[in-house]
């Protein structure tokens, strides 16, 4: 079946060590690839987007993400983490095989806990 | 410009009720998606509008339902509530109809709902 994968529920990271978060998917063609973060009691804020081109994607409060067709990935990096950056993340991803009848599938989100 | 909007943000109900929630879009936005969250099921997609026209829909029962204004603002209505239905409603709101311009979502603060 088609979906996207978040392989790590919780990840905890020290303040100032660098983050790397997991996203794969099982979708035949280049899809759509998306990063979402959402605060507790928020909704979601759009950190960056994949449509095609450079496969190295710069995103807002300095994180970026790699799509990497051979390994269906499109991971999420930080060099440096901040405390505000404790969040859920999630990872989106539209099939690239009907653009305009698909839908937004969302993984299942990393929780992310910064210690001091 | 102001983001998406979403009224109520926290709603309580009895089962078997009817819940109406609302979502104004960003400005210039002519797309709105509702989503359902819940721990269990994480994030589901409910149903998309464009030009007032329901154009996708997910996966729920037909007491989920929405409609469009022709001013891009949307609702969408819950009837018979079960316990089943409480969670965080979220509304999206994107640009255009099809591609980068569809995908692209804005996401309010959303509705927590709480059915008992």
């Known amino acids: 079946a088609q979906s996207v994968t978040q392989p790590d529920i919780h990840i905890t990271v020290s303040e100032g060590a660098s983050l790397e978060l997991r996203c794969n998917y099982s979708?035949?063609?280049?899809?759509?690839l998306f990063w979402y973060v959402q605060s507790p009691g928020q909704g979601l804020q759009l950190l960056l987007k994949?449509?095609?081109?450079?496969?190295l994607v710069q995103g807002i409060k300095g994180f970026e993400a790699e799509f990497k067709r051979s390994q269906s990935s499109f991971n999420l990096r930080k060099p440096s983490v901040h405390w505000s950056d404790a969040a859920e993340y999630f990872c989106?991803?539209?099939?690239?095989?009907?653009?305009?009848?698909?839908?937004?599938?969302f993984g299942t989100g990393t929780r992310l806990t910064i210690i001091p | 410009k102001a983001g998406v909007t979403q009224t109520p943000r926290y709603l309580i109900k009895t089962r078997g009720q009817q819940v109406t929630l609302s979502c104004s879009p960003i400005?210039?936005?002519?797309?709105v998606s509702w989503y359902q969250q819940t721990p269990g099921q994480g994030l589901q997609f409910l149903f998309e509008?464009?030009?007032?026209?329901?154009?996708n829909k997910g996966n729920f029962p037909g007491r989920f339902s929405g409609r469009q204004f022709s001013n891009s603002r949307s609702e969408m209505n819950v009837s018979t509530l079960e316990l089943g239905d409480s969670a965080l409603y979220l509304c999206?709101?994107?640009?255009?109809?099809?591609?980068?311009?569809?995908?692209?979502?804005?996401f309010g603060p959303g509705t927590r709902l709480t059915v008992t």
């Open positions: 999206a709101s994107s640009l255009g109809r099809t591609g980068t311009g569809l995908y692209e979502q804005y």
């Open positions: 979708y035949g063609a280049t899809p759509y």
């Open positions: 994949y449509f095609s081109g450079d496969t």
């Open positions: 989106a991803v539209v099939p690239g095989s009907n653009f305009g009848n698909e839908k937004l599938t």
């Open positions: 400005s210039g936005h002519r797309s």
């Open positions: 509008y464009f030009s007032e026209t329901q154009r």
